[in-house]
């Protein structure tokens, strides 16, 4: 009996242990305010962070959320510094201190390959860092490691199964580790809601963004194209890729946010953006907005429709005009144009930044389609390159290409988003992210029944998803999306529902033996 009571108090205390950690998911101004007071160090933090992964990427949850981490020795001198620049009083912003994972297939000159999640590139080191990690390194982010992602941003099959690569293996989803984490950003995703990390780095040509924050129960900015530099990432499309933060809140998906910006030269998309987002941050964001009910995004999960019917009554009560109903005058129209700029912009994507990160053996989609197949056994043990094959033959198809470039972004933009909004002065629209998480299936591949992400994906528009509840054991998040460089507005909203509605419940990390 006393061997049997001991175990039991062993066992709780473990759980305990485990539900303390899950519960521990301090913000970045948290995090600020206990460096500054000397209750924690950077040092301290990313010891914390690194003990973490070690004990559940692999082994313990086994997520597979991280595919590299830097040398532990390089990352202690680097927070080491920083530590003493705070003491000095010389703390450079929000940011400075905060550990940072980035998506693995975003450049960094510091040692760590940049493989886009294929065992192709597994030692391909870039000659410099992204724009943006430039820019996280001023403001004295660091730098922990890579996440895992769907190979090669789940634009080499048409049946893959998000968040499986041939160099980092298979991301799960931290609340039921049969599920998927969604793609192509699952590893950021599952990093940040399993408290691996403060924040993630993600990128999103249509829904890889948002659909892993959703599905993993955290917060996205998928910004409007151009926002962020997309030097050094290497690219499905110039006309839709983006980086964007992923976190636990909406406040700390701004600090990062504002962390990354800036006018890069090299990319003919960015642009000059001042805005401070921070004073964005408002309790009472909702009262006054008009808000569009995306009913043509909904209807196709009946419990995800009663927590997005739950959720748009509290919406009324904090104070937004709700008008319902609302459908795309065209519908999704765009969905064949979107595909034919994809798959033409995506082999000359390539060839460009295989110009500016070099590597040894490749500088063209063509060349990876040959050492694919040369290593078939590794690369393509799940699926094939169907994407890769069809975006080759695609190239002579220019004049197809360029039109529907056009037609993509009119159908998406303005007779879609901006037609909806303008018609019923709406200041933005909301639907549900996406369906909750599938059941993994590496046989058929994923199994989406519906999401919102397309036409602000094609548009090249900015939309957030934040928590809403849950669907059984699973996450599910609200979308807020709008026009162009609507990113303030869309911040207001999202961050009074998130501070009204509380949603995000932290996954208890555990072994699943």
């Known amino acids: 009996m006393k061997t049997i009571k001991a175990f039991c108090w062993l066992a709780f205390f473990a759980l305990l242990s485990v539900n303390v950690w899950a519960a521990d998911e301090p913000s970045i101004e948290q995090l600020q305010h206990q460096m500054n007071r000397g209750e924690i ?10 003990d973490r992964i070690a004990r559940h990427n692999r082994d313990g949850a086994e997520l597979q959320a991280v595919i590299t981490v830097q040398d532990r020795e390089k990352l202690i001198e680097i927070a080491k510094q920083l530590d003493e620049q705070r003491k000095a009083g010389q703390v450079r912003s929000a940011m400075h201190g905060i550990p940072v994972l980035l998506k693995d297939n975003i450049d960094t000159a510091d040692g760590m390959p940049n493989t886009a999640g294929s065992y192709l590139l597994r030692n391909h080191m870039p000659p410099d860092d992204a724009f943006i990690v430039e820019k996280l390194r001023e403001a004295g982010a660091i730098i922990l490691g890579k996440a895992n992602l769907s190979e090669w941003a789940n634009f080499r099959s048409t049946n893959s199964s998000s968040g499986w690569s041939s160099q980092g293996g298979l991301v799960k989803n931290p609340y039921d580790q049969s599920r998927t984490a969604c793609g192509s950003s699952s590893g950021s995703a599952t990093a940040v809601s399993a408290n691996f990390i403060t924040v993630a780095v993600g990128t999103e040509t249509d829904g890889s963004l948002v659909c892993p924050a959703a599905i993993n129960g955290i917060v996205t900015i998928k910004p409007t194209v151009g926002l962020l530099s997309r030097d050094g990432i290497i690219p499905i499309s110039a006309s839709q890729d983006t980086a964007g933060p992923m976190a636990r809140s909406v406040a700390d998906a701004v600090h990062l946010l504002q962390a990354m910006r800036g006018v890069d030269d090299s990319d003919t998309a960015s642009y000059n953006d001042t805005t401070n987002y921070i004073k964005h941050l408002k309790t009472d964001g909702l009262k006054g907005k008009r808000i569009g009910v995306m009913r043509d995004l909904a209807g196709y999960n009946t419990e995800l429709d009663e927590v997005f019917n739950g959720r748009i009554e509290q919406l009324k009560a904090a104070g937004a005009i709700v008008v319902d109903g609302l459908e795309f005058p065209n519908g999704r129209n765009w969905g064949g144009d979107e595909y034919t700029v994809l798959l033409y912009e995506f ?16 500088s063209s989609l063509e060349d990876l389609i040959a050492a694919n197949k040369a290593n078939a056994g590794i690369t393509m043990t799940w699926f094939g390159q169907e994407l890769f094959e069809m975006s080759v033959s695609r190239q002579a198809d220019k004049e197809a290409y360029e039109q529907a470039k056009v037609d993509a972004k009119r159908k998406a933009g303005a007779e879609g988003i901006d037609a909806v909004l303008n018609e019923h002065q709406l200041d933005l629209l909301i639907a549900p992210t996406v369906s909750p998480a599938w059941k993994i299936d590496l046989i058929n591949g994923d199994h989406f029944t519906g999401s919102a992400s397309g036409a602000a994906a094609v548009a090249g528009y900015p939309h957030i998803t934040v928590p809403m509840g849950f669907v059984q054991h699973m996450p599910v998040g609200l979308s807020f999306f709008g026009t162009a460089r609507s990113e303030a507005l869309l911040i207001e ?18 072994s699943p033996h």
């Not at 160090?41 to 690194?50: A, I």
Request: no cysteine.
């Open 347 to 362: 082999a000359h994507g390539m060839r460009d930044y295989f110009e500016q990160s070099p590597h040894p053996e490749f």
């Open 41 to 50: 160090t950077s040092v301290s933090l990313v010891e914390r962070y690194l």
């Open 493 to 510: 909203a999202a961050h009074a529902f998130e501070q009204m509605t509380q949603a995000r419940r932290a996954p208890v990390v555990a």
